[in-house]
């Protein structure tokens, strides 16, 4: 069963625009990854917020974490072409730390 | 360039027929995810290994499928008979788990590149 529920299910932007994912979830969380997919490949770690983490930056990537609402987003800035792909939320539980995925986000991004 | 290996990466079967997936995880990895995708139910996890040993395995259909890890570098997924439903995409990933004063904390999965199964 999924854990995360990512939103919107697809995303359509330009180059240059920025791209915000929202991941939802349910049960008491360690740590929320996001992963990125693109066609026909396996997914890549893009980054990682533990529990006590509000918010987190890597390169054009920055997450939040809202645990109150359990809650995160992905903000992609100044996309690219290359930024087309799925973004996966996963989350990491505190007892035996396996990682659960939503759905996913389809971003396409258009030159 | 540590990565997880998976082989095959692509296997077309017959029905009935038994698969092996195999799956090399990183190496100093202590936890092995399988995972399968599909477009209707996304990525589901079908067994988790820490150490070797099994944690969970409650995703997997137990009257076909079997995961076992005989050491520590291989990671095996078998279905045995396969069945036309059981087409997807098999992910293995590894990572790593510590235990420290803060409780058990996870790093990031590594995952492979697929093996890409249908069952005909």
């Known amino acids: 069963s999924q854990q995360g529920e990512e939103d919107p299910q697809a995303l359509s932007i330009q180059e240059g625009e920025n791209a915000t994912m929202n991941c939802s979830y349910k049960?008491?969380?360690?740590?929320l990854q996001w992963y990125r997919q693109n066609s026909g490949r396996g997914l890549v770690h893009l980054i990682l917020?533990?529990?006590?983490?509000r918010e987190k930056h890597s390169g054009r990537l920055r997450v939040t974490l809202d645990t109150s609402k359990k809650s995160s987003s992905l903000l992609i800035t100044a996309s690219r072409a290359a930024d087309t792909a799925s973004y996966f939320c996963?989350?990491?539980?505190?007892?035996?730390?396996?990682?659960?995925f939503g759905k996913g986000t389809m971003l396409l991004v258009s030159p | 360039d540590a990565r997880v290996t998976q082989t095959p990466r692509h296997k077309v079967t017959e029905m009935g027929q038994e698969v092996t997936m195999r799956c090399q995880p990183i190496?100093?990895?202590?936890?092995v995810f399988w995972y399968r995708q599909t477009m209707m139910q996304g990525l589901e996890l079908l067994a988790y290994?820490?150490?070797?040993?099994?944690?969970?395995d409650s995703g997997m259909p137990k009257d076909r499928f079997s995961a076992e890890m005989p050491d520590a570098t291989l990671a095996t997924l078998k279905i045995q008979p396969s069945e036309p439903r059981d087409s997807a995409v098999y992910f293995c990933?590894?990572?790593?788990?510590?235990?420290?004063?803060?409780?058990?904390?996870?790093?990031?999965?590594?995952f492979g590149q697929g093996t890409r199964l249908t069952v005909v």
């Open positions: 290994f820490r150490n070797r040993a099994p944690l969970d």
């Open positions: 049960t008491s969380i360690n740590n």
């Open positions: 990933a590894s990572g790593l788990v510590v235990s420290g004063g803060t409780g058990i904390r996870n790093t990031e999965a590594f």
């Open positions: 917020i533990r529990s006590n983490e």
């Open positions: 190496l100093g990895h202590n936890t």
């Open positions: 996963a989350t990491g539980d505190s007892g035996y730390s396996t990682l659960t």
